[in-house]
């Protein structure tokens, strides 16, 4: 095998979940399919890298300083949500009406990794909480054992500033079945029952 | 979301089997813990779809001229192992102690996908084994319908140039369970039993 060809499948396995026999077919199929578009790739990463920071205010990729949505004029400086990675952020920004801006984790609480609050910019989220303009923390951090542990630093942090903090309702999802519902949720959702209108 | 991120984004699915939810994760994963990893990529990349072409006698992937097993003076040129990938002569060179040389098909005959004898390079190999120098073509395309009708078209060719074609045993794999052997397989096994010295 040519030496060129091991360096190129040796460096695609730096993508998440792309060990040896995935990263030798990507490597066939761009050199056999697809050399204009893995031409494209290797631009956009090599700019793209270079650079993409994080947005001085929520913490979110960007290549300028503030991200589109810290730097909107539309958007409701005092609602704040907490979301753990951009892919979360889109998620809501896709499928809510949400108008407020965000701040973005980067990661969650996680002592035994070293991810502590100063690794989270919780400092920085701090300083933001202080300045007295945003009125209600909406934290969305996820459901697991890690992320309510994250979202119990965030209220309180929240609460010492004089905001108040919201969390978003856990429950059966829409659409799904109560006998597949795993029992935690079904018992959240249980608990969390409200009065028909 | 940055434009440059949907960008980088959008090249990453021109990777095999990556779609948006994987493109973005991949982004995201580059963006925060491998930069230098990604950029690595992005520089392999550059170089080698630029400089990687076809093995001029074996159509393997090389930056050079000839690949390094045609190149090689301690191969025999006599035998030659046609199969349909450089991964499947990479699995070959693996595994057995062949010390024959390849041709490398890149792909096998699927005429309703317009990939006939001329896009396997067939009209190349028919006159590598015109020249008298190979005695043995040992085919080893994939025993799947559209590799064993390949496997009859090589055959044929081989004998109207006076080669004999060999084809790689089918039968029940070492360490395999009979009871769990597809029927097809068993079936071939079966009759395709040897003596036992």
New interface residues.
Partial sequence: ?????E??IE??R????VGQK?A?????????R??E????????????????GHCRQCRD????EL??ICASASRDRHQLCAVE???DR?AIEQATGYRGVYFIL?GRLSPLDGIGPRELGLDQLAARLAEGEVTELIIATNPTVEGEATAHYLAQLARQHGVRPSRLAHGVPLGGELEYVDRGTLAHAFGGRSDMP
Same sequence: chains 1, 2.
Avoid: N, W
């Fill in positions: 095998m040519s030496t060129l060809l360096q190129l460096s695609l730096v993508l998440p979940g995935t030798q077919r990507m490597a066939y199929h761009l050199l056999d697809e050399r578009g893995g031409k494209r790739l290797a631009e956009m990463l090599g700019v793209a890298l270079d650079s993409i990729f960007t290549e300028t991200c589109a990675s951009p892919s889109l980067q």
